[in-house]
Structure formats: structure tokens, C-alpha cells
């Protein structure tokens, strides 16, 4: 079956500019995950939605940063007047609940911020 | 906050040497779970523990989970080029029915050439 998928795969913007990444999760998955990894680095949490519930955010830096998750599938990252720090491989996972299920990572958008 | 500590950040080996790695919760962990990021690849889901003093093994990798369920590790016997990457796990809190998973830092594993 089809895995997660991420669009798009790399993404080069200027300073300032607005960004939004996308990820299609597992079908029939309610959890969602994003994270971010600088190279070289480990995960980073950043966004958690499960099911209906309220989103845990307390990993977003900063306000610039939001996701949205609409009709329980598809999300959305948004990073606002982005900085130069903003330069990462953002991931996407989901998985069938919450932390008792395994993970399925996306393929990860590279953005690069010039 | 909650932290999962791993060690060491990096481990370099011959081929056909072992390699470890440590995981440690502040915390009492309800599972712990094992990564596998490939160098320019996504982490791929190795196996969950969910047991108090649980061992499960996969070929020539072994997990195990400590007694208190606050500590883990990952061995693997005989290296092979093909293990190259970097290995994470990553803890779920007794505590929380639903959380997000504590993920470490990760250790990478470098063979020698």
C-alpha cells in the first residue's frame, strides 16, 4: 500500500518568504507527527495530531511556525517569514494512535532558506 | 521535561566488530521503541518493547528492555556495511495514555574502512 508521501521534496526560498510543506499520511491513520532534523542531528519534535483531539504544539519554535490537519488526513506545515535557522529536513510520520504504534516516516522536505 | 538519553553519539567499528548503544529514561517508560535512519534515508521502525526486562532479537541485532523499564539497548553482533545509519529510540511515558513518543539523540554507526 502507499506509504506517507511529502511534497515538496526539496523547497529553496528567500528570507522572509512564506513556506508550506505538505504530508499525506497512511490512509486510516489518526496520528500525525512532524519533526524536524537538522544534518547530522536527531528528531525534533515539533507538532502531534491525534484523531479529533486538540493538537499537542508545545514543540513549534516560534509563532511563525503553524499545521493544520484537515478532514483527519492531510496536513500542512506553514513556516512564516522564514529564517536562515529554518534550514532542515522537515519530516512527517503517522501512525494507527499514538505512542503505542510504530511510526511511519515520509521521505522528508529539504528546505533550504538563502 | 521528560528526556530519553542516548549513548554514545557516535560509534566507529570494524566490520565485523560489535557495536551498542544505550538508551536511559528519567522517567518509567510504558514502550520503548528502536529506529533506523539510513545516511540520507527517513527512520524505519525496528521493533517495540513493551515488557519489564524484555530481549527480542532480530537476526544479529538484540533489543532489550531494563527491568525498571527505564533503560534500553540496542547490541549488534558482527557488523555489517549494510548497518550503516543511525539508531534512535524512542520512549512513550507510563504516565500518558496518548503521548507523543520521547525520541534520543541517536547514535550513529560508522564502519571503519
Known amino acids: 500500500g502507499a506509504g506517507v508521501s511529502q511534497s515538496p521534496s526539496n523547497k529553496v526560498t528567500e528570507k522572509g518568504k512564506d513556506v508550506e510543506l505538505r504530508c499525506d499520511p497512511i490512509s486510516g491513520h489518526t496520528a500525525l507527527y512532524w519533526y524536524r532534523q537538522s544534518l547530522g542531528q536527531g528528531l525534533e519534535f515539533l507538532i502531534y495530531?491525534?484523531?479529533?483531539?486538540?493538537?499537542?504544539k508545545s514543540g513549534l519554535p516560534s509563532d511563525r511556525f503553524s499545521a493544520e490537519r484537515t478532514g483527519g488526513s492531510v496536513s500542512t506545515l506553514t513556516i512564516q517569514r522564514t529564517q536562515q535557522e529554518d534550514s532542515a529536513v522537515y519530516l512527517c510520520a503517522s501512525s494507527g494512535r499514538g505512542g503505542s504504534y510504530e511510526q511511519y516516516f515520509g521521505p522528508g522536505t529539504r528546505l533550504t532558506v538563502t | 521535561g521528560q528526556q530519553v538519553m542516548q549513548i554514545p553519539q557516535y560509534q566507529h567499528v570494524q566490520e565485523g566488530e560489535d557495536f551498542t548503544t544505550y538508551c536511559n529514561s528519567s522517567?518509567?517508560?510504558?514502550?520503548i521503541q528502536w529506529y533506523k535512519q539510513r545516511p540520507g534515508g527517513h527512520p524505519v521502525f525496528l521493533i517495540q518493547l513493551v515488557k519489564s526486562g524484555e530481549v527480542k532479537k532480530q537476526k544479529r541485532l538484540t533489543f532489550q528492555f531494563g527491568e525498571a523499564k527505564k533503560n534500553s539497548s540496542l547490541h549488534i553482533t558482527a557488523t555489517q556495511t549494510t548497518d550503516v545509519g543511525t539508531y534512535f529510540c524512542?520512549?512513550?511515558?507510563?504516565?500518558?495514555?496518548?503521548?507523543?513518543?520521547?525520541w534520543g539523540a541517536g547514535t550513529k554507526l560508522i564502519i571503519k574502512p
Open positions: 495530531f491525534q484523531g479529533n483531539s486538540a493538537p499537542d
Open positions: 522517567t518509567t517508560l510504558s514502550n
Open positions: 524512542a520512549g512513550r511515558m507510563a504516565r500518558d495514555s496518548n503521548y507523543q513518543l520521547i
